[in-house]
């Protein structure tokens, strides 16, 4: 059993081995990605882009890692923190478990997770203000739509989830008070993210009920709500990266999770010495949340639109606007 | 009233989209139970075509050939079950079992390694996709009442895959009932020892029906990434070929019962994606977790209720031993 060990242990230097170039003895920040890999055009690109950035700036160098199934998450991140790195940066939700458990056993090493709280005193949570995002792409969707109905497909009915449709209820009321939100739940189980089949029957059913602009929080399922949106001619939005490139002249926006910025703190702070456990949490004013205008949707985007939603966004900044975060009472109010 | 029609209407249209895939592997599951073989894996197998068609259809920009790719990666895996319980005699549900595990990982495995996009492949745009059909006419008959909208947004304006598969029923019922084909492939499922003392190979029934199996739902799997979709994603098919064995149980083994049983469930999942959020009289807002259980529910209740006793196929799982 020992060998076994011993040899299951070799492997797991070997494999992190290759993962890394330099093998410096001198404390290096880590970054964990999680299932999906670094160019995965999605939330792991974006810490990669973060972190890019970091070493582009500083000339220091970080280790890597990418893991390929669930098992590898506690082994990568422990072998991380056992070669001496800090900060250990996981991506994702999936990898609370093994930062937790990481940050029990290296209480000198510091951790971060994005998108994720793990209560270690050694642990940096980061989190977003999805809500205020959701505002702002609610903003755009009422003014893009000529029905005056709009519609949110979420994926698997959760609290986070819910705190999405409620920002962006109230973005649509903020922008239009008689316009008519219609929001749809996938799922109940975690199939309820990779369903797009199901996706696009939703957005489908909204769409026959005079919808014409549609905000998909769903992970996979979304790729179906933004297929349909295409294939009826209406428009859709895009969650977490920006996700304009996939159907250029649908996608009216994407929600933006600055992962990138999250990963590029993390990693700056660490080095110049301003790293603080606990949770931080990004929104508009931290620059965490954005909406995304690029190449692919600049002709759908109008001046007015423009101005209106750099408004909202000045006015959530400064306080103006309160946007209601669900996950504070789990009610929305209407 | 012109309303109300055409939500109707347009219900019956999502019921026809989301049956077409229960509709193919329900018939896959019944043409192989009737000659004996059990296959729970109709959900590996059009996984695996779903995920072969996607990625040849992006790589060619041709749907056909990623169907064509779709159907080789089904009737392959359709072998494997043959090879493990027919020839090898294992256990069919194992072995299904195994073929929906296998499929479920390496998906996501080749698809991460080909693609890097977290187990997806990229969209399919154009001629990657089969494109929806408009019948001729359809613009032009929209605004007659009643037929207008059946016509124009009932039977016309699907990809060619859900014709197929409509069309794929007769072909199916024809082969069963009316072919020696299908005479050999019943007997073959009841009773294996008088067919083998007829002089015909057992085993070699059991593979043509599990290679036919293997192309319906090959047809099933690219419907997913290339018809009704643009793409694929990891476990794409979402149970929906445990609903069609559960379809082909309802409908006992026969094409025609196992269509409408298909179109129950298909009409059932439109009906809960429609309801969603939709204040109904008196009741109100209905909470989403029922929505979502209605299908299973109503699965449940006409299974104890209405279908009365579903008899199986005799041979059906038991592998053939020539001599006892």
Redesign the interface.
Known sequence: MKKLLTILNASAVLLAATATVALAADKMPAVVFD???K????F?QGVYDGVEKFRKETGMKYREFEV?NPTQREQAVRKMAQRGSDPVLGVGFAQASAIEKGAKAFPDTRFAIIDMVVMQPNVQSIVFKEHEGSFLVGVLAAMASKTGKVGFVGGM?IPLIRRFECGYIHGVKHAMASATV????T??TP?AW?????G???A??QF?RGADVIFAAAG?TG??VY?AAK?NGKYAIGVDSNQNH??PGTMLTSMLKRVDVAAYNTFKSASDGSWKSGIQVLGLKEGGIDWALDEHNRDLITPAMKAAVDKAKADIIAGKIMVHDYMSDNKCPK | MGEDFLLIILTFDATIRVSVPLILAALAGLIVERSGVIDIGLEGKMLASAFAAAATAYTTNSAWLGLGAGVVASVLLALLHGFACITHRGNQIVSGVAINILVSGLTVLLGVSWFSLGGQTPPLTGDARFNSLTFPGAEAVRDVPVLGPIYSELLSGHNILVYLAFLTVPMVWWLIYRTRFGLRLRATGENPAAVDTAGISVIRMRYLALILCGILCGIAGSYFSTGHGAGFLREMTAGKGFIALAAMIFGKWRPVPVLFACLLFGFLDAIAIRLQGVEIPIIGEMPVQFIQALPYILTVVLLAGFIGRAIAPKASGIPYVKEH
Do not use: R
């Not at chain 1, 219609?182 to 739940?185: E, K, L, R």
């Not at chain 1, 990779?194 to 199901?198: G, H, L």
């Open positions: 299932m999906g890999g160019f995965d055009k999605s792991n390929k009915d219609y929001a749809n739940m799922g109940t199939s990779n369903d797009p089949t199901k696009a029957e939703l489908k059913s026959d996979g790729i179906g297929q294939d996939l159907h």
